[in-house]
């Protein structure tokens, strides 16, 4: 189960993870008294990239998919982490609605395994599950095949003044899975009777990456303050642009600008740290329109040249985050690979490496051709070795991964916190 | 990893996973409300014993001990469990004293890998933890050799009159893993300013074995009605007798009344299932002194035969409980076994089998001789296999036990809160 990891082993990264590991107590004491003060979203995965001199997040999702990636080994503690989850938010809660993404639904097979992974662990957490179709054109109930060969039964929603449900099914809480790209449906407004989780706010029609980054930021600080260390170890540098034009000639002026200030900063930081690396940024839209778009810059000079491809890969892109590039210097056998971690309410239930065999250091490896690779957090059982050497075990390695997850999971919650748009109602 | 279990499988057990399966959300759903009313012991191991037709709780230790028998893969979730523990009774922690068994730390080299193994877990979950020597005589620090190598050092206490520490460390919490048979020491009475976890009165000195079967009783009724089953099938039937002198000649007068009405309330109960075993009692000491003086009884007219016997071996025993034996007909391999279900805050974190070779079905498997096979939990992943035949599948075997075990606590709860002292300072 253990992936072969080649990691490029440079000193700031094994300095951060002896560190962590010494501070482990102090870590955890940390986390819990932020969860005392801020409320952790319920379910999370966050995308980490090691460059063997700095580690830090570049996506946090709100509505993971891909559980069913994580091991077998792992659902005891998913379960766990659900019990003492809905424990908090509703514990006579009886039912819950799932609302599955409606396009992933209907034509991704590994979705349908993903969901039934969430219906085992919420079932097993004592709960009745059952899924709702987020497309409100399903009027029937509509059995789905998954790869395995087992059903999931996808049931048209009853909406009424108040509520929401399914025939003979008034669910206490409903989890929604669709990132809500599209803007916030209908169906899931003025619902104050249930449990909606997350919030709409967190759907990506409203969120903002550079938002989150933001929150990231301030949780980055505070972090690297309780262990002495520079945040720019963790935290990637960033900046935005507004209201982009990608078609006219003085559209990029903006981008051009932020990304040759950008680049200055961050080859201040690597002669800082003696870092024989040419920098880059990556430009790419600033709402969820994830995967499109991306493009990666190593000189402000490119960016002309760039446009017109730009102008095709990023269309109808209007708000930019230029974001400090943080390639990933790990691998599993030979392709390139970056830790994805799970978690579901404050706690870690497991992770996996997604590896892309065609990507280069500097790209995502999200999209077509990718694979998956469970992260040996069962067999290390993600638990730290104190003693063992910084760098030689895949454990600390794992724990150390899990701490920066949490940062991300914590940066989300200041971040639905400073967004909520009823936020004001509850002072 | 999974031991080769050889269990009767007749009805009522089949009969009883199958409905425990079927009820699984309703069941994880009752126990999340009964703890809404009632606080689990911080931790616990119960011995179960599986007839085949009847499966029940024969021990419930609030001072578990052997937690290094649990399989590594179990860890994690440990940890978890007690990151939830540690966040509801004291977020703010940073120091836990933990005080071992004074008598087992000097002579069993296995507690220490137990001790080592609780230290870890409470580290990881964010604690500073170290080791305070109940024997007051110890007035140096102590290095302990563990049998993998490890050093762990035992400090003498300091007291002061509203707290106990050690040398430099003012812990929030101290945990006891002494059973405190021999009674409450008066080091640990009055801290009125820290969590003292379990609380004294659940102490051996003090508890009642007879105390905690009767809200053993309360809450397997309330749960076969959950079930519409009958409680009998987990519930161990049970008489007490106040002052027994063993040495006199009618000193045994009440035993043997209760022996005989015992012997025929569990005939009548084989009678009604179709069961042909002989049913037999076991008679043993009502308070914690546990091994010693357990009497296996077939025939009320054998007590008089004992007596000499039971003279020798209950020697200062006074208080007895007469309760129905329930036979184990689990083998691991040839010999007997008993599954032990190890649970932290509300979570069955793992658990293993106690075999002995040399012991027969009607016998008690504590003592010498005996020794330990985790519990498949970690292959199994301790979660049930819907679908799945029922006898056919380790994970639903233990996840039926995980539940007993969950009983058990929860009887724990009810008898503590019925056993403070201090209870009324609360209403």
Same mark, same amino acid.
Not at 127 to 156: C, F, H, K, S, Y
Not at 157 to 177: E, Y
């Given at each position: ?47 980490? /990239?090691?460059? +063997?001199? =700095?580690?830090?997040?570049?996506? %946090?999702? !709100? ?7 994580? $091991? *077998? ?88 003044? /108040?509520?929401? +449900?399914? =025939?003979?099914?008034?669910?206490? %809480?409903? !989890? ?7 803007? $916030? *449906? ?242």
């Amino acid at each position: 189960m253990v992936p072969h990891l080649v990691t490029a082993l440079t000193g700031p990264i094994n300095e951060l993870e002896a560190r962590i590991l010494d501070s482990l107590p102090a870590i955890e004491r940390w986390f819990r008294l932020e969860w005392m003060e801020h409320t952790p979203p319920f379910y999370c995965a966050v995308d980490l /990239r090691n460059s +063997g001199f =700095k580690l830090a997040p570049v996506d %946090t999702s !709100l509505y993971p998919t891909a559980f069913n990636h994580l $091991t *077998p080994e792992m659902l005891p503690l998913a379960v766990q982490a659900a019990m003492a989850a809905i424990e908090k938010i509703c514990p006579e809660a009886k039912n819950l609605l799932l609302l599955p993404d409606s396009a992933l639904v209907q034509r991704n097979p590994f979705y349908l395994g993903h969901l039934q992974r969430l219906v085992r662990i919420f079932s097993q957490a004592g709960l009745n599950v059952r899924l709702g179709a987020l497309d409100l054109r399903i009027d029937q109930p509509q059995t789905l095949r998954a790869p395995d060969g087992g059903e999931l039964l996808l049931e048209p929603l009853l909406r009424t003044p /108040r509520r929401l +449900g399914l =025939k003979d099914f008034d669910p206490c %809480t409903i !989890l929604v899975n669709d990132d809500l790209v599209a803007g $916030t *449906p209908a169906v899931l407004e003025n619902l104050h009777e249930q449990y909606l989780l997350p919030p709409l706010h967190a759907g990506w029609g409203l969120r903002r990456k550079s938002r989150h980054f933001q929150s990231y930021e301030d949780v980055a600080k505070k972090f690297a303050k309780l262990l002495g260390m520079d945040p720019w170890l963790i935290n990637p540098m960033y900046a935005t642009c507004g209201e982009v034009d990608f078609s006219s000639p003085g559209g990029l002026d903006c981008v051009q600008a932020n990304v040759d200030a950008l680049l200055t900063k961050i080859r201040r930081k690597y002669k800082e740290y003696g870092i024989n690396e040419r920098p880059f940024v990556v430009v790419k839209s600033d709402d969820g329109h994830h995967g499109a778009g991306i493009i990666t810059v190593r000189d402000a000079r490119e960016l002309p040249d760039l446009q017109q491809r730009c102008a095709d890969k990023a269309a109808g892109v209007t708000e930019v985050i230029i974001q400090e590039g943080v390639a990933t210097y790990e691998r599993v056998h030979e392709a390139m690979a970056e830790p994805v971690v799970y978690m579901i309410d404050r706690y870690v239930v497991g992770g996996f490496y997604r590896v892309h065999a065609e990507r280069g250091v500097d790209e995502s490896l999200s999209g077509p051709g990718g694979r998956f690779v469970p992260l040996a957090f069962a067999d290390g059982h993600q638990l730290p070795r104190p003693g063992d050497k910084p760098g030689v075990s895949a454990p600390n390695r794992f724990y150390m991964y899990g701490v920066i997850g949490r940062l991300a999971m914590l940066a989300a919650s200041y971040e639905l916190e400073a967004t909520d748009p009823d936020a004001e109602t509850y002072e």
